[in-house]
């Protein structure tokens, strides 16, 4: 079961792993004409109502498929105004085919007969609304009809994630839908699952396509896409300035930083973007915690951890801090480890190395499947996610795996781990956490890539913080 948000995902990520969209356009038009054929009608009246969308491209593909039995294609709208090229591209092709096509600039020039075989391929996944015209006509055409209708993907005009159908929508006889079957068909009692060649690692492997998640409203205002707040430093000052600089070169509105007073200046020395907050002391520590609290309320992702160190007390507050906290977290480096002996209602992506991850309990592994079992068993036991870096990162809940490959061994240098951090406290401020960390690992792998591009050797964190928004606008290394 995949919803239409996860399929446009999966859809993209396979044609970035090579298998190439006309293709998946082929296998789909090809399973719904054997669907046709299946009927075993003896030459049988067949029409084909295609919309302008890939909706419409697997129909005219069926079509040609189906170009034996001279079925009549009618095309919703002016060949100009078809949205793909790989739907006009087929387009093409049934008119070089010759094959019989009505161009619908107008509903009232639509006239379908009494075909016995109708293939609707008027609207698919990317319908938003009620059907407009001449879509909606074309729907009431379709079931006034006594024919057998086969929808393509989805009945056109029904909500696939919900099985809502806000206006008309087409009651088919038969749905023909790709790669998995949808939230919304659930009720429908003849669908037909078709595989159209999009691997399995389409889906586990994360892609280009994970940034569809990032897309932004254009009304956004200040704040829509996240506050973060930097818990972090006292040993170490750099971590947290480049945590925070991640965490707003990935698209959070607002970093701020608390961090002991001693180097409050030193990590606000690094960047004029960030929010800069001193504690008392030399360390964190529990006096602390209050205070880290207060600050937290107002934020929608805290980021625990970087350059904090592991000194008594400050692993005291860490765990007084998340059995007080209840909202979203990034727990990194030294804080890891202070989680497997607290209960907390707090939701966290936890971003271990390989090291702190055997802290955990995780056990280590000869290959990244075994890396992948044993991850998934330690993110189950602690109810949280677990974003396990390595060659490949491993993404985890204990329920869903996803594995991200981009990244390279230059990105052993020290402060990437920061940098992820930042960038998942973004991510993490929209998303679910599998899928905010899914994102944070491709995007910081991304930026290590395209940074080490123009390099080569001596990559530095503070390198990705300059990559980061092209990796976000979808540049690939
Ligand atoms: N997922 C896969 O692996 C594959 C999916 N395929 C097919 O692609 C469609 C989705 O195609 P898309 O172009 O995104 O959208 P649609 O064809 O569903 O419709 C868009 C089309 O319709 C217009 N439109 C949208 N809402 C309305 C409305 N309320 N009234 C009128 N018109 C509307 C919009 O303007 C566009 O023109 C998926 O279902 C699969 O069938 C691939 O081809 C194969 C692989
Ligand atoms: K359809």
Same mark, same amino acid.
């Given at each position: 079961m995949i919803d239409s948000t996860e399929m446009a995902i999966v859809d993209r990520n396979a044609v970035a792993l090579g298998v190439r969209e006309t293709n998946l356009m082929e296998s789909a038009g090809n399973a719904v004409a054997r669907a046709v054929r299946d009927l075993?009608? &003896? !030459?049988p009246e067949i029409a084909v109502l295609a919309g302008r969308g890939n909706n419409g491209g697997d129909a005219l593909t069926a079509a040609r498929f189906l170009a034996d039995l001279n079925p009549t294609v009618h095309l919703l #709208?002016? /060949? &100009? @105004?078809? @949205?793909s090229a790989v739907t006009r591209e087929k387009y093409d092709a049934l008119q070089s085919a010759e094959v019989a096509t009505n161009v619908i600039r107008d509903a009232s020039a639509l006239s379908i007969g009494e075909p016995e075989v109708i293939i609707d391929g008027v609207l698919g996944t990317g319908v938003s609304g009620t059907p407009r015209e001449p879509e909606r006509t074309a729907i009431q055409a379709i079931n006034d009809t006594e024919a057998t209708v086969i929808s393509v993907d989805v009945p056109s005009g029904m909500d696939v994630d919900t099985g809502e159908r806000p206006g008309v929508s087409v009651v088919a006889d038969q749905i023909i839908t790709f790669h998995d079957t949808k939230p919304g068909l659930a009720d429908h009692e003849n669908v037909t699952v078709a595989n159209i060649g999009i691997p399995p690692a389409a889906e586990r492997f994360t892609g280009p396509g994970d940034l569809q998640r990032l897309t932004r409203p254009t009304d956004a205002h200040k704040g829509d896409f996240g506050r973060v707040l930097v818990v972090g430093g006292g040993p170490y000052t750099g971590a947290p300035a480049l945590a925070a600089q991640a965490a707003l070169r990935a698209g959070a509105d607002l970093a701020t930083v608390l961090t002991p007073e001693p180097v409050a200046d030193q990590v606000q020395g690094f960047s004029e973007d960030l929010i800069v907050r001193g504690l008392p002391g030399a360390r964190i520590e529990p006096t602390h915690v209050s205070t880290i609290l207060e600050a937290a309320a107002d934020q929608d992702v805290l980021i625990l951890g970087p350059g904090l160190g592991a000194a008594d007390p400050t692993r005291e507050a860490v765990g007084q801090l998340l059995e007080a906290y209840e909202g979203k977290a990034v727990v990194d480096a030294d804080a890891i480890s202070v989680v497997s002996a607290v209960e907390t209602d707090a939701s966290l992506i936890l971003t271990p190395h390989r090291g702190e991850f055997e802290g955990l309990g995780g056990e280590s592994a000869d290959d990244r499947d075994g890396w992948a079992t044993s991850a998934g068993r330690v993110a189950a036991d602690l109810g949280q996610t677990l974003l396990l870096k390595g060659p490949h990162d491993v993404i985890t809940d204990g329920d869903r795996t996803r594995i991200n490959r981009t990244g390279? /061994? #230059?990105? !052993?240098? #020290? #402060?990437t781990g920061d940098v992820l951090a930042g960038v998942t406290g973004a991510t993490f401020a929209t998303l679910d956490p599998v899928p905010a960390a899914a994102v944070a690992a491709y995007l910081t792998g991304m930026a290590g890539d395209l940074a080490a591009e123009s390099r080569n050797g001596g990559l530095l964190a503070s390198d990705l913080l300059g990559t980061l928004p092209s990796a976000l606008g979808g540049e690939q290394a």
């Open positions: 075993d009608l &003896d !030459t #709208g002016h /060949p &100009d @105004r078809i @949205r390279n /061994p #230059g990105m !052993t240098v #020290g #402060g």
